[in-house]
């Protein structure tokens, strides 16, 4: 995705050209991007070669999970919704990781059923719950407990993870309660540590301290386990001022920690492989002045990219076509709903906009379309997916008549 004679394109085909076939709001993504993102992980990690389990909540679309899917990669997933599509997509069941703090009775049947790789419980009543449906279906089942391990994940407040006030995991103590308490049952099989602090996480240091938690634990249970699940959380570079993380120094500091520990590691990435691989095509709708300030009404909005107004998330907006033509003076991105909150972008300046111009908001492939909505009754904006020239829908746009 980049410019080309001051125009901008998604691999060889002009983001103009694409509004004029599907029109505007549409979500566009690169084919090449994602391959590119999934050959680069596995690359960092080479000397590690984990299990990867493509988290399906980061973006669930079949389309794009068949792509993964064919690059070896697993799913993790935190829903029976999630685990059918998965399975849909052709992931294999023995690289399916199932997540969640509020599996219901019904979801762990099914995942039990299917003999997925592992059910990662999160409390002592769900193993309760695990190890009673494990004995009605006489099954031993492969399961994990997820470990609290009280990090400050130095990322946004509302997607860290793995603070004791989260709701996700156990304590330490908690763990090693479970482990002496469920070690001779026939029904489960506590094969895996997992643990996951955090989302949109640009240093290693606290992966550090995780990695020094978790050792702690094991000295402590003493228990051998097949896997140890790392989680993901790895953060990308939405603005030029958000660092990077370094996969160089953090793919050392596990491999220092397999030295100790024979076990094979998990990785349920979804950010990290999936969010710089799409965009939004919008279009000024309006352009309001008002005293200091310009609003960009666009013809998108909250109920189809929320990450902005749930988590003040900043993603960078771009002009169709780059114009020298610049207006100093304070600029809101807008959409059309009933909310204040419903806002993209508020910045200082930018190029001189007219009505029915066409914008970028960028990296919008992770907690974008999953998290849309119909408020509003506003319908679904479709999803293209742009492979070298080739335009493919893979899902179509809604209809108002398919609300009403």
Known sequence: MKYKNGHFYIEKVSASKIAKKYSTPTYVYSFEKIVSNIKKFKTNFKKINPIICFSVKSNANLDILKIIKSHNIGADVVSKGEMMLALKAGIDVKKIVFSGVGKTSNEIDYAIKKNILLINAESEDEIINIEKIARKNKKKVSIGIRLNPDIDARTINKISTGKKENKFGVDINTFKKIIRGYKNSKFLEFNCLSVHIGSQITSHQPYRIMLNVIQKCLNECNHKFRFIDLGGGMGIQYTKNDNLLNYKKYSSMIQKFLKKNKVKIIFEPGRSIIG??????????????????????LDTAMNDFIRPALYGSIHRILPYKISKNKITKKHEFVGPICETTDKFLETSSFQKLTNGDLIIICDVGAYGMVLSSNYNLRPASPEILVKGLKTIVIKKRQKITDLI
């Open 276 to 297: 710089n691989t799409a965009i939004i095509l919008t279009k000024v709708t309006y352009i309001k002045k008002s005293g200091r300030k310009i609003f960009i009404i």
